[in-house]
């Protein structure tokens, strides 16, 4: 499976940004998805997750309310909008896919197996 993310870049404090993450190789409506983040000096942390199979989700409590996690079937591509972003969301982004279906709270303290690269998501203050 090949993902690839995108979307990422400069924004000011307040403002939105939306990723996307194409899924190659597999449907993603099949798996669990999900968003992490590195932020530069800190542990690659969970963001949000998506159950392909009943569309339950799952996120990082800092980021309840502002972000939305959801998938485009048509496009086999996983969304991550993000609203009201602030400074402590700076971080590289990367979309993930599970093929073992654990409950989405697993992965807040887990990784999923397979990875894309990171898109770049900077929040000015």
């Known amino acids: 499976v090949q993902l690839q993310a995108s979307g990422g870049g400069l924004v000011q404090t307040g403002g939105s940004l939306r990723l996307s993450c194409e899924a190659s190789?597999?449907?993603?409506?099949?798996?669990?998805m999900g968003w992490f983040r590195r932020a530069p000096g800190k542990e690659r942390e969970f963001v949000a997750a998506?159950?392909?199979?009943?569309?339950?989700?799952y996120y990082l409590d800092s980021v309840k309310g502002r972000f939305t996690i959801s998938i485009d079937n048509a496009k086999n591509t996983v969304l991550l909008q993000m609203d009201s972003l602030i400074p402590e969301d700076t971080a590289v982004y990367y979309c993930?896919?599970?093929?073992?279906?654990?409950?989405?709270?697993?992965?807040?303290?887990?990784?999923?197996?397979?990875w894309g690269k990171g898109t770049q998501v900077t929040v000015s203050s």
């Open positions: 190789g597999r449907t993603v409506s099949k798996y669990n």
């Open positions: 998506i159950s392909g199979n009943n569309g339950n989700t």
């Open positions: 993930a896919l599970d093929s073992s279906f654990y409950s989405l709270s697993f992965y807040s303290h887990n990784e999923m197996k397979n």
